[in-house]
């Protein structure tokens, strides 16, 4: 996106495709002359003109709906105009470019990718959190995560960063000011308790960074992928988790010969589930680059699901696929084919016997995957859905997710990242608490530079290449 200017700019503000309505949206400062004569007419703020939509020369193009809304109490922080007309692409172009004609003396241009609400940042009168909410409500995939957007975008989620901030700031000042007077450093942290009182922001922090990585979750759910041998029911689980017939299943081993990606979603969260091609040596030149693939979005994996043929639970070869799996990722070991073993009906929590599914632990990429579920195989039938329940239930809990509940906003990857470094910043703090000889003034920097990390989240400290980067993965006319 190129350098901030606030020069008039127009965009189709809906999405492409024919539509009962189309908006067009144009913003920029000191607009109402030109927006009153390019409607033939004096607009009231915030009140909807019906009109016909003429061209320089009388042309009546569509007809519909203009509203003027002056800055600074618009969506960008600037005077803005919106005409909503018919939804027709080509009758949305007409317009479009007839308002570049006639706005070229005011230096009119189209709009770049998130420029609307770029300006709404810069004008105050959203914070960055808040403007990465906007995109986020748009790309929502379920209701848990478009009501989670909504209220990041309310400032739920700023709220909460600006009372971390408050708090390390009291702090900070109650340190810098100590640096003035030396001679009271011995006995600053124990008089103004700054001891306890780092513990109790930290503590704060270690509850937002948790519900942090729910909206992490929530927002870009889990990359699954499933790994086994050949004709181990792969396909047939994936279809049985979609719920409808999304991959090939045949008896013959080898069908799957690429990856089939499918999103699906459990209590909210969007599970991205990675059918590979059957695990094993081959000469077939196809199927080798298959299993290649499969190598290759296995390394790439939040989570693996290792299925397995319940009638076969010591294969080898299950074993040397184990041995090959990338360590630090949570690995999910899934016996299938229950309904052919001759035991009746399989209960939610039944587990086969053996050797137990290998999980790494830690959080996992800043996902906060938790690696902490119960390690026993699940014994399931993709063919009779026994033990799927018990299946999404363990997937949930990999995630750290628990059922029922749902993070009040959502959480970007930079937010979680930011808020780990400012935990870390917090500690480091700590430790110099620790140690009365050390110097008071790295206790005060490892304090500024906590503030500093919670500030980027808001945007308070945020340099020009990250709000290029954020903004223009935003959708043109938004």
């Known amino acids: 996106m190129s350098a901030f200017s606030t020069d008039p700019i127009i965009a189709i503000a809906t999405?492409?495709?024919?539509?009962?309505?189309?908006?067009?949206?144009?913003?920029?400062?000191?607009?109402?002359?030109?927006?009153?004569?390019?409607?033939?007419?004096?607009?009231?703020?915030?009140?909807?003109?019906?009109?016909?939509?003429?061209?320089?020369?009388?042309?009546?193009?569509?007809?519909?709906?203009?509203?003027?809304?002056?800055?600074?109490?618009?969506?960008?922080?600037?005077?803005?105009?919106?005409?909503?007309?018919?939804?027709?692409?080509?009758?949305?172009?007409?317009?479009?470019e007839d308002c570049l004609t006639r706005g070229a003396g005011i230096g009119l241009r189209l709009a770049e990718p998130g420029e609307f609400t770029r300006r709404a940042f810069l004008n105050d009168r959203l914070d960055l959190a808040q403007a990465e909410a906007v995109a986020d409500l748009i790309e929502a995939s379920s209701t848990a995560a478009a009501r989670s957007a909504m209220a990041s975008l309310s400032g739920a989620f700023s709220a909460e960063i600006d009372a971390l901030s408050e708090r390390v700031v009291q702090l900070r000042m109650l340190v810098e000011a100590t640096l003035d007077f030396p001679e009271e450093e011995i006995d600053f942290l124990e008089k103004y308790q700054a001891a306890a009182r780092l513990e109790a922001v930290t503590a704060a922090l270690d509850r937002v960074l948790r519900t942090a990585r729910q909206g992490l979750v929530l927002r870009e759910g889990l990359h699954v992928v499933l790994a086994g041998q050949p004709n181990v029911g792969k396909s047939s689980l994936l279809n049985a988790l979609a719920g409808e017939d999304v991959a090939i299943v045949t008896p013959i081993a080898g069908t799957t010969r690429d990856r089939v990606v499918q999103q699906i979603h459990i209590d909210g969260i969007p599970l991205h589930i990675v059918d590979t091609a059957g695990l094993r040596e081959t000469e077939d030149t196809v199927e080798r680059i298959g299993i290649e693939r499969s190598w290759a979005e296995i390394a790439r994996a939040q989570v693996i699901l290792h299925l397995q043929d319940a009638r076969h639970p010591d294969d080898p070869l299950d074993a040397e696929i184990v041995r090959r799996l990338p360590a630090g990722v949570p690995v999910l070991r899934v016996w299938n084919k229950a309904d052919l073993l001759g035991r009746g009906t399989v209960s939610a929590d039944h587990c086969a016997p053996g050797e137990s599914g290998r999980h790494a632990g830690g959080e996992g990429a800043g996902h906060g995957l938790s690696g902490a579920a119960d390690d026993a195989p699940l014994l399931i039938s993709a063919h009779t859905g026994a033990g799927l329940d018990a299946l999404r239930a363990r997937l949930l809990a990999i995630a750290g997710w628990t059922p029922g509940t749902e993070s009040p906003w959502l959480a970007r990857e930079r937010h979680v990242r930011a808020l780990e470094a400012a935990r870390g910043h917090l500690r480091a703090a700590a430790g110099h608490a620790a140690h009365s000889d050390q110097v008071l003034d790295l206790f005060a920097e490892e304090l500024r530079l906590a503030h500093e990390a919670l500030c980027g989240i808001t945007g308070e400290f945020t340099s020009d290449d990250l709000l290029g980067e954020i903004f223009s993965r935003f959708c043109i006319g938004k």
């Open 15 to 96: 999405a492409p495709g024919r539509g009962g309505i189309g908006v067009i949206r144009v913003s920029g400062p000191d607009l109402k002359a030109w927006a009153d004569a390019l409607c033939s007419l004096t607009l009231r703020p915030r009140h909807a003109h019906y009109l016909p939509f003429r061209d320089r020369h009388g042309e009546t193009l569509d007809e519909g709906l203009a509203l003027f809304f002056p800055g600074p109490h618009s969506y960008t922080g600037e005077d803005v105009l919106e005409l909503q007309g018919h939804g027709g692409p080509a009758v949305l172009r007409r317009v479009l």
